[in-house]
């Protein structure tokens, strides 16, 4: 019998209760409330993010089409799916649709589309995610003339050609075609950042039938929920209200003058795969105008007086050329709208548009990875050419004919599924079957979002467990690689608290994919004399490995601790090499994420995770493991294994147990593994809000806040909580939160902002605070100050 005051008594009823509390929770109930939870800090500006409209990097295909044809050698037909986080501007996509087309134009060559029964067709699933409406707003706009490409003949330009000659001949002008004008159209608006007018109407007209569509926007491959749909149709609009202002203040001028980027001159000379032969004459006056020729035929039927421009620019020097190129751009031309934020976010903490891209990269970025089809299109494409030199424009025409192509071949079923969210936590919505079937990745591209997102680690845990059999999950490091100067060893211990590929292989069941060429590559650098960190630079393919060895059970426990320390108490973060800094976003979320997939997916001993948490939640560990004390972490500082900690050292994390515990009480009861320490019940756990005036002291988007709650009297400035904790100090009546949502509640113009934090907590604590009188702090971790305070009084129970 239970009962009395013995006080194990007690504390077995408590645990007895509490699954019989969490029983009573469905598994959807338990998963909804698991993916409700914050995987980041919050910023300061949640809602103030940076609208990337351009990619960086060289577009790869996940399978290219020799891969796609081997496959067919296993399978009678293709099922595959694809998964672009944080898509950009999609350039990664569109390689890859550019693979299928030449993978169905081999096929049709063999004759192996005739074989095939015509009632089953190759199936590809593309699921597009970005945080950025605008993002995906530009890709719709982009969608939507390559389905209206496609509803062209395929060889209206041809004829267009054709009969431009025939005219020419007679003396008549010729007729623009339709096609033409959208293949105009595409250009600009993914590649330049001036139009002609012509084109900039166009771009408000598109906009207008987009609106006008239906749910898809009027492209039958196009699929989306009503929250994405919203949030383009919100981006959209606010474009067509907006774009006069936007393009008053940041005209052609500003753009010639004020955005700053790499010219890339030397592309003329030395691509290797597509010719940029005669292109310099419009290149270097675009080095100053930023103006792109049109098509020859746009230009003779709407600027006439920039074709005589282009005729005279034979003779003029290249000084008199540029100034020539540049005052027409400015007198006749449009600024690229699409490439603005909304005007809100240019009227605050000032702002600007600073930086584009040399169209040059644009279009080599676009070209490098392309079959040899395509070589011998862009030659039939240019060939028939009247005017001399070819066009810039001209060269990436056959690229996005053959997506448009690829995206209605009668035997390939092309699904593009955009998706307005965070790229990670999509992937846990796909795994957990919220809203659709759960499914296997052949790729998930996340290009740089380790950089922002914590690294290597929550690509282990929410990104490759999507992937499925012989899939890779695509990653680089591309905004801090200076501060790794040892390359990978320094950004595994940095991200994931390992030395080297078999250790994190070891603890975490993750290994790098690496082929011959990617360590011929690297050998190049080093031999070159290029600082290890320029590998780091180049996409990594990242798969899921579970050796059968387990580690060491000390070992791993000594990593474990070492991890929870980081995650709960990330050292002041310092900027490296051009002001860069590592991002420290994680959260004690994190650290149960974690222990979940060590005992689902690496296949660790469930009590070697159980005995590692129990030990926890009493408050005080007595560990080798070590918290760092710098960002990014040094190969030579003491880490669970540099062999530096030769005595184990005692760490009293109390503070820290009502976060754990609110967080192991939402996920009760899909842990993957039990607890001796029992928790509360999930009815004494409460969503409460905190609100906060916060001064403007800095702009900054950096995940880096925690709340820290303490007694009002007699309390430790908060600047000494992060160096008492990690020396081994105790602390008394404070608790620390890293796991809280966070938004601006009131105008977010104004200085001071009126945010609030919302926490998940439970109520004895919540009342004992409030008898109390605490005081709650609003923290910025890279330096641990507090960027403003409230009394505990002004919460509110939601």
């Known amino acids: 019998m239970i009962g009395g005051n013995d006080l194990e008594a007690q504390r077995l009823k408590t645990a007895v209760l509490g699954i019989q509390d969490h029983q009573k929770r469905s598994q959807d109930e338990v998963i909804k409330e698991a993916l409700s939870v914050p995987l980041y800090r919050p910023n300061r500006y949640p809602k103030a993010s940076i609208y990337y409209p351009r990619c960086n990097e060289k577009s790869i295909p996940a399978l290219d089409h020799l891969e796609l044809l081997g496959m067919t050698r296993k399978t009678k037909y293709l099922d595959c799916a694809f998964y672009y986080g944080g898509v950009g501007d999609a350039r990664h996509f569109y390689q890859q649709l550019h693979h299928i087309y030449t993978y169905h134009k081999e096929m049709t060559e063999r004759d192996e589309i005739d074989k095939r029964l015509t009632k089953k067709l190759d199936s590809f699933l593309f699921t597009l995610v970005d945080m950025h409406p605008k993002m995906l707003a530009r890709n719709v706009m982009m969608f939507r003339l390559l389905h209206d490409l496609r509803k062209e003949k395929e060889d209206v330009e041809f004829k267009e050609k054709e009969e431009m000659i025939d005219k020419e001949e007679r003396g008549e002008m010729p007729h623009v075609g339709e096609y033409t004008f959208v293949q105009a159209t595409i250009w600009y608006l993914f590649a330049c950042d001036i139009m002609p007018p012509y084109i900039y109407l166009r771009l408000l007209a598109l906009i207008n039938k987009l609106l006008a569509s239906g749910d898809n926007f009027g492209i039958p491959w196009l699929k989306m929920t009503n929250e994405t749909q919203l949030g383009i149709r919100t981006a959209l609009m606010e474009w067509l209200e907006s774009h006069e202002i936007l393009t008053k203040r940041f005209d052609v001028h500003y753009a010639q003058t004020e955005l700053k980027w790499d010219k890339k001159l030397n592309m003329l000379q030395n691509c290797e795969k597509i010719s940029f032969m005669y ?60 490439l603005l934020q909304r005007t809100d976010w240019y009227n605050t903490r000032g702002n600007d548009w600073k930086t584009t891209v040399d169209v040059l990269k644009i279009v080599d970025d676009l070209l490098d990875n392309t079959s040899a089809f ?65 499914l296997g990745y052949n790729a998930i591209y996340l290009s740089n979002i380790p950089d922002f997102t914590g690294g290597f680690l929550p690509t282990v845990l929410h990104a490759l467990p999507m992937v499925g059999r012989s899939g890779y999950v695509q990653s ?49 650098l080093v031999k070159d004399g290029n600082p290890l960190w320029k590998a780091l630079e180049r996409p990594h393919h990242w798969i899921l490995s579970t050796p059968k060895d387990l580690p060491k059970m000390k070992q791993f426990t000594t990593w474990l601790m070492y991890m929870f320390l980081k995650l709960a108490l990330p050292p002041p973060r310092n900027a490296g090499p051009g002001g860069c800094a590592v991002e420290q976003p994680l959260t004690l979320n994190t650290f149960v994420r974690l222990c979940l997939s060590l005992v689902t997916i690496r296949g660790i001993p469930m009590n070697w995770v159980s005995d590692a948490v129990d030990e926890i939640l009493t408050g005080k560990i007595t560990t080798f493991a070590r918290p760092p004390l710098a960002v990014p972490m040094a190969l030579d500082a003491a880490h669970p294994f540099s062999g530096k900690t030769k005595r184990p050292m005692t760490f009293y994390v109390e503070p820290l147990l009502p976060d754990l515990r609110a967080l192991l009480v939402r996920y009760l009861p899909a842990l993957g593994f039990r607890l001796e320490t029992p928790l509360p019940m999930m009815s004494s756990v409460s969503k409460y809000a905190i609100r906060f005036l916060v001064k403007e002291a800095r702009y900054s988007m950096a995940k880096m806040l925690m709340l820290v709650f303490m007694e009002t009297r007699g309390h430790l400035p908060v600047e000494e909580v992060w160096g008492t904790m990690v020396n081994g100090g105790e602390l008394d009546n404070i608790y620390i939160f890293s796991t809280f949502e966070y938004d601006i509640i009131g105008d977010p113009n104004r200085n001071p902002l009126l945010v609030r934090a919302t926490i998940h907590m439970e109520k004895r604590l919540m009342c004992r605070m409030e008898k109390c009188d605490w005081i709650v702090h609003l923290v910025e971790t890279d330096e641990y100050t507090s960027v403003s305070e409230a009394n505990i009084s002004r919460r509110e129970l939601l």
């Open 279 to 338: 292109m310099d004459r419009e290149w270097e006056q675009y080095s100053e105008s930023l103006l792109t020729y049109p098509p020859p035929l746009l230009i003779r039927e709407f600027e006439p007086e920039l074709g005589k421009l282009i005729s005279e620019s034979m003779i003029k020097s290249p000084r008199r050329r540029k100034e020539a190129f540049t005052k027409y751009a400015r007198d006749n031309w449009r600024v690229n709208f699409t």
């Open 374 to 438: 395509l070589d011998e299109e862009v030659f039939a494409s240019t060939m028939f050419s009247l005017d001399a030199p070819i066009y810039i424009s001209q060269v990436w025409g056959p690229f996005f004919r053959s997506c448009s192509d690829a995206l209605s071949f009668p035997l390939v079923e092309v699904t593009v599924e955009l998706v307005l969210d965070e790229a990670y936590h999509y992937l846990d919505v796909c795994r957990f079957g919220i809203g659709r079937e759960p």
């Open 476 to 524: 680089n490091i591309l905004w801090n690689t200076q501060v790794f100067q040892e390359g990978l060893p320094r950004a595994l211990m940095e991200y994931t608290g390992t030395i080297s590929l078999e250790t994190a292989e070891s603890l975490l069941g993750f290994t790098r994919l690496e082929t011959d060429q990617d360590r011929w590559l690297e050998y190049l």
